[in-house]
């Protein structure tokens, strides 16, 4: 059996048509940007309902809080309930990596910028529950609390 030599024919052809698929490609992004319009949202809170942060009640009882972390502070607060509520907690940040417990719950999440974390928690109890940072994220750290009021 001959021994081959240099690079045979059939794999140029592939190269040759693998570089033509990356050149379709990276032409046909460039026409959806430029001509169409089209654009990836970059980040989790460019887009709705993280844009600001938004409490939707979902049913009876029943609510979804979008929660945005910013040095230093949580949006949207005061967020207000009615006793028995369950809620369930999509949180993400702004900027840096921040901490988010809620005093007497189970809910103790890290707020990190470009993903959603998650918890629930049964609000069985009315008054009001302190949101608190536990990540260090700067100099307002210490100072960096939300509320949850759940009314009677
Ligand atoms: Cu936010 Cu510490």
Redesign the pocket.
């Known amino acids: 059996m001959e021994i081959a030599r240099g690079i045979p024919e059939i794999e140029k052809r592939v190269v040759v048509a693998a570089l033509l698929f990356s050149a379709a490609m990276l032409a046909l992004l460039a026409y959806a940007a430029v001509r169409l319009g089209i654009t990836v949202p970059g980040c989790v809170t460019n887009v709705k309902p993280f844009a600001n942060g938004e409490l939707i009640q979902v049913a009876p009882g029943r609510y979804e809080a979008h929660v945005v972390?910013k040095?230093?502070s949580f949006k949207p607060s005061p967020l207000k309930v009615p006793r028995g509520s369950v809620v369930d907690f999509y949180l993400t940040s702004q900027d840096?990596?921040?901490?988010f417990y809620i005093d007497g719950t189970d809910v103790n999440l890290m707020?990190l910028p470009n993903a959603v974390t998650y918890g629930q928690a049964h609000f069985e109890k009315a008054g009001k529950y302190q949101v608190i940072?536990?990540?260090?994220?700067?100099l307002?750290?210490?100072d960096?609390v939300g509320v949850i009021e759940v009314t009677p």
């Open positions: 972390s040095m230093f840096v990596v921040h901490g707020a940072c536990h990540e260090y994220c700067g307002g750290h210490q960096m």
